[in-house]
C-alpha cells in the first residue's frame, strides 16, 4: 500500500511530460485566440464563422472556450507545489501574450504595452490563468484529504 502512495521515478517522468503537453497545447490554444479576427478572415476566406471562431468549426469553438478555462485548472490539480501550479498554469499565458505584444507593437508602436487599458486586459489574463491553476492545486489537496478521510 505504501508503494502506491509514493510516485516512482517513472510515474514523475509521466506526470512531468503530460503537465508539458498541456502547457503546449494551452500555449497553442491561446496563441490561437489572440490573432486578430480581420487576420483570420484574410487567412480563412472560405470561412464565414472566421472572424468569430478563427480556425475552428463553429461547432468546437464552445470545446475550445471549455479548454481555456479546464487546462490551467489541469495543469494545477497535476503539480505538487502550489508555486509550480501558479507557474505553469500563467506560464503559456506569459508567453503568448508576449509574441501578442511584441507582434502588437510592431504595427501600433512602442507604447502599446503600457497604455493603460492593454495593461489592465493583460494582467487580468495572467491573473485567470494563475488562478485557474491555484483552484487546480487546491482541487488535488482537498480530493487527497478526501480520499484519505
Known amino acids: 500500500m505504501l508503494r502506491l502512495s509514493v510516485p516512482t521515478a517513472e510515474q514523475e517522468k509521466r506526470?512531468?511530460?503530460t503537465v508539458i503537453c498541456l502547457i503546449v497545447l494551452e500555449t497553442l490554444l491561446l496563441l490561437t485566440a489572440l490573432v486578430p479576427a480581420q487576420l483570420w478572415?484574410?487567412?480563412l476566406?472560405?470561412?464565414?464563422?472566421?472572424?468569430?471562431?478563427?480556425p475552428y468549426p463553429p461547432a468546437l469553438a464552445p470545446l475550445?472556450?471549455?479548454l481555456l478555462y479546464v487546462l490551467p485548472t489541469l495543469i494545477g490539480f497535476l503539480c505538487r507545489a502550489w508555486q509550480r501550479a501558479l507557474f505553469y498554469a500563467s506560464l503559456p499565458a506569459w508567453f503568448s501574450l508576449g509574441l501578442f505584444l511584441v507582434a502588437a507593437t510592431s504595427k501600433i508602436g512602442a507604447f502599446?504595452?503600457?497604455s493603460p487599458d492593454h495593461v489592465?486586459?493583460?494582467v487580468s489574463?495572467?491573473?485567470l490563468?494563475?488562478?485557474?491553476g491555484g483552484i487546480g492545486w487546491l482541487g488535488r489537496h482537498i480530493f487527497k484529504l478526501h480520499q484519505s478521510g
Do not use: C, K, M
Not at 490563468?129 to 485557474?132: E, I, K, V
Open 120 to 122: 489592465t486586459a493583460n
Open 45 to 54: 476566406p472560405q470561412s464565414a464563422a472566421a472572424a468569430l471562431d478563427g
Open 112 to 114: 502599446y504595452l503600457v
Open 64 to 66: 475550445v472556450t471549455a
Open 125 to 127: 489574463t495572467l491573473e
Open 129 to 132: 490563468f494563475a488562478l485557474l
Open 15 to 17: 506526470w512531468h511530460i
Open 41 to 43: 478572415t484574410r487567412l
